[in-house]
């Protein structure tokens, strides 16, 4: 079948450009942080991988303000905000030699950058695309993502080794020359964000016609949304339907008992809409009279919160989130230990980075094939998340049957054959779940487990390389399996890696019936009360 790039808008382009640049900057770092931060200032292991740890639940906080953010003052500004500072953070970790100024950024402006970002692309290719390509949307977003970890991970090889003098004088080791390269890529994604424009607000399925000649004598895209419910009494006997909970009388008579809810929290997309103290002047030309008074509503994120934590989509979508995230912690090992154990095990010249760059390129290839020939309305998610998510649970296994470079790159392209599988359409398949406009909040909160997980695997990590591939004992890290001294069992480590990312293909084999809730009953929640 033909791949539908042409129904993929230029903003859409646009998104996915920020994005590479982005990525470019988020894994050249995730890749050598704990590396740099041993070699440059002497940290322990199990100290590095506390920062790491901190740097992603601080990476994961900001990306749930993020969340909140982007429903409030839409993509654009975000972006801006987000880009801008991450110019900023980046200069800081390159241009300043100091262990406190890595922890500043690490645990501050870093993560906020990178951390608003994660939510805000997942948005701005939802509202960006309908669902015939929205999952060939979310390929192509996973591999231009990839593509610039792909080229982050070849360029570590390239210069890591080496030492760069500066124009300006000063001597930068390899992982730190690495580093400035990706302030420069912060630059140039922070200036094609300044071309991003927000989309068009979608009308609601439910603007009642009535309301909308005689309300605001204008456009109903206006930016309010006025939905009239019928009274308690109205209603007695019950509703017909469930999906018949927030829908607005088709033709309401002028004395029927009704209440007029007027939700605001859209406004600000039109350029048109008076001002929202004016809401009830202008609602005194409705042709409708109601017995219950007219109430203004503005949206409450915390009441929000406790409608999503009793709907059912949003349970399935923490759930799926939760499943998922003991065999996407292989992708945290590939930063924390791939990079310690090869240098350790194998000597300083085993090229680690363009090893860990073939999930990336695979990553690049592979979604947007996979995407374009298993279309979202035409297969079934699950019948690629769950193959997927075995595959790349029992991966590691190949370095515990044979520690050698060959085992851990066989390592990589089986977890990379695995993540095309699952990874893309487990995001499409959350992000679907999400109801319209809200889901930046939707998706932070479904993201809880993810942020939960974030500062104990750094701890791991720190942990098994402490027991099971530690430092050699003269300290300099360069082929310790020549040291007669060296104690260590790398093969367990990756074993007990393996034995964890199984629990996540059980969890959602056995929920499997529960995942596969009939989506036709997203349509009648009645989540827009909210």
């Known amino acids: 079948m033909a791949l539908p790039f042409s129904e993929l808008s230029g903003q859409l382009w646009l998104v996915l450009v920020v994005i590479l640049f982005n990525s470019f900057k988020y894994f050249t770092l995730a890749t050598v942080l704990t590396s740099f931060a041993t070699n440059e200032y002497g940290v322990s292991d199990v100290q590095a991988g506390s920062l790491y740890g901190v740097w992603g639940l601080c990476h994961t906080i900001w990306g749930f303000v993020g969340s909140l953010a982007v429903d409030r003052y839409g ?89 760069w003098m500066m124009p300006w004088g000063q001597e930068y080791s390899g992982l730190r020359f690495c580093l400035f390269l990706t302030w420069f890529a912060a630059v140039i994604g922070w200036l094609f964000a300044m071309q991003l424009r927000d989309p068009p607000v979608k009308l609601p399925p439910h603007w009642s016609p ?36 927030c829908s607005p009388a088709s033709s309401p008579s002028s004395h029927e008992p009704c209440e007029i809810v007027i939700h605001t929290e859209d406004a600000r997309a039109a350029p048109q809409a008076p001002p929202r103290n004016d809401i009830l002047q202008q609602m005194a030309d409705v042709d ?31 759930f799926m989130t939760a499943a998922v995230m003991f065999v996407s912690l292989q992708w945290k090992y590939m930063d924390t230990l791939l990079p310690k154990f090869a240098d350790r095990t194998f000597g300083a010249s085993c090229p680690w980075a363009t090893i860990y760059s073939i999930n990336s390129w695979m990553c690049v290839i592979c979604p947007p094939l996979i995407s374009a020939l298993t279309p979202g309305d035409q297969v079934d998610d699950f019948w690629l998340i769950l193959p997927g998510l075995w595959i790349m649970a029992l991966s590691p296994l190949t370095i515990w049957a044979s520690v050698s470079q060959p085992a851990t790159a066989l390592w ?78 790398p093969a367990a480590m990756w074993l007990w890696v393996a034995a964890t990312s199984a629990v996540s293909p059980i969890l959602v084999a056995v929920a499997l019936g529960y995942l596969r809730t009939d989506t036709a009953l997203l349509k009648s929640r009645c989540i827009d009360d909210c």
């Open 75 to 163: 993509i654009r500004k975000v972006a801006l905000v987000a880009t801008f500072t991450g110019v900023i953070s980046r200069g800081l970790l390159v241009f300043f030699h100091s262990e406190r100024i890595m922890q500043l950024v690490l645990c501050g402006l870093g993560p906020l950058s990178e951390g608003v970002c994660d939510p805000l692309y997942m948005v701005a290719i939802k509202k960006l695309t309908k669902r015939r390509v929205r999952a060939f949307a979310f390929g192509l977003q996973y591999a231009f993502m990839n593509l610039g970890g792909a080229f982050g991970e070849n360029l570590i090889d390239c210069v890591r080794l080496h030492t």
């Open 210 to 245: 009535v309301l909308e000649s005689n309300t605001f004598n204008q456009q109903a895209s206006a930016g309010y949304v006025a939905l009239l419910y019928p009274s308690p009494a109205s209603t007695a006997s019950g509703p017909s339907s469930p999906g018949q909970c």
């Open 288 to 318: 409708v009279e109601c017995d219950t008074p007219i109430r203004v509503r503005v949206w409450d994120p915390l009441r929000a919160a406790r409608v999503y934590v009793a709907d059912d989509a949003f349970q399935r979508a923490v």
């Open 412 to 489: 990589v392209v089986l977890l990379s054959c695995g993540e095309v599988m699952w990874s893309p359409r487990s995001q499409s398949f959350i992000a679907s779940l999400a109801p319209e406009g809200r889901e930046g909040v939707f998706l932070a909160l479904a993201g809880l487990p993810t942020f939960l997980s974030q500062y104990p695997v750094g701890l791991i990590s720190g942990w098994l390389l402490d027991n099971y591939c530690p430092q050699c004992p003269s300290n300099d890290n360069q082929s310790c399996t020549l040291d007669p001294e060296w104690q260590a069992d």
